[in-house]
T-cell receptor, first 111, second 113 residues
Framework: SQQGEEDPQALSIQEGENATMNCSYKTSINNLQWYRQNSGRGLVHLILIRSNEREKHSGRLRVTLDTSKKSSSLLITASRAADTASYFCATDNQAGTALIFGKGTTLSVSS | DTAVSQTPKYLVTQMGNDKSIKCEQNLGHDTMYWYKQDSKKFLKIMFSYNNKELIINETVPNRFSPKSPDKAHLNLHINSLELGDSAVYFC????????????FGPGTRLTVT
């Protein structure tokens, strides 16, 4: 069954604004990952946060993890048109042998 | 230098046909995967291969079979194609299976008519 659920399903913002998307999951995890998918392309790994970490940064990306609430958020600061894409959170399946993806958040950044 | 490549990019075929999708990675990874993405963008794992061994196989019809001639390749064979097989299929690879990021190919859009 699906592990992650992103929220919102769709988000439209202007260039320069910040974009926040959330992910909730059901079972305990070892880590949580975020991926980006541009239209018609494969997924690109953005960031991995381990269960013992609360916050992680990578460039304009900031990811938080709250294991007590089983949730994570991805913040993209100073959004650009090139950030337009779908964003997915992913967690390991129970055996740790594959990723389970959420349904994704579609982000549109207009100039 | 493409890390994970798939061929073909587009595949249009009729119901009942048999088709294959090829995947190659040049990252030296030891685990490869096949995912299916439906029209609502939902991604689901189909198979993964580690050192030529199938280590997971989700509830996928046995019409689908992965074939790994070597560590750098994982091909997907589909027999007796059905309309519901229409989707985008992604190959991915990672170094080890647990707790590691995966690298995805560009996808193969399969349309069954």
């Amino acid at each position: 069954s699906q592990q992650g659920e992103e929220d919102p399903q769709a988000l439209s913002i202007q260039e320069g604004e910040n974009a926040t998307m959330n992910c909730s999951y059901k079972t305990s995890i070892n880590n949580l990952q975020w991926y980006r998918q541009n239209s018609g392309r494969g997924l690109v790994h953005l960031i991995l946060i381990r269960s013992n970490e609360r916050e992680k940064h990578s460039g304009r990306l900031r990811v938080t993890l709250d294991t007590s609430k089983k949730s994570s958020s991805l913040l993209i600061t100073a959004s650009r048109a090139a950030d337009t894409a779908s964003y997915f959170c992913a967690t390991d399946n129970q055996a740790g042998t594959a990723l389970i993806f959420g349904k994704g958040t579609t982000l549109s950044v207009s100039s | 230098d493409t890390a994970v490549s798939q061929t073909p990019k587009y595949l249009v075929t009729q119901m009942g046909n048999d088709k294959s999708i090829k995947c190659e990675q040049n990252l030296g990874h030891d685990t490869m995967y096949w995912y299916k993405q439906d029209s609502k963008k939902f991604l689901k794992i189909m198979f993964s291969y580690n050192n030529k061994e199938l280590i997971i196989n989700e509830t996928v019809p046995n019409r689908f079979s992965p074939k790994s001639p070597d560590k750098a390749h994982l091909n997907l064979h589909i027999n007796s194609l059905e309309l519901g097989d229409s989707a985008v299929y992604f190959c991915a690879s990672s170094q080890e299976t647990r707790r590691r990021e995966q690298y995805f190919g560009p996808g193969t859009r399969l349309t069954v008519t």
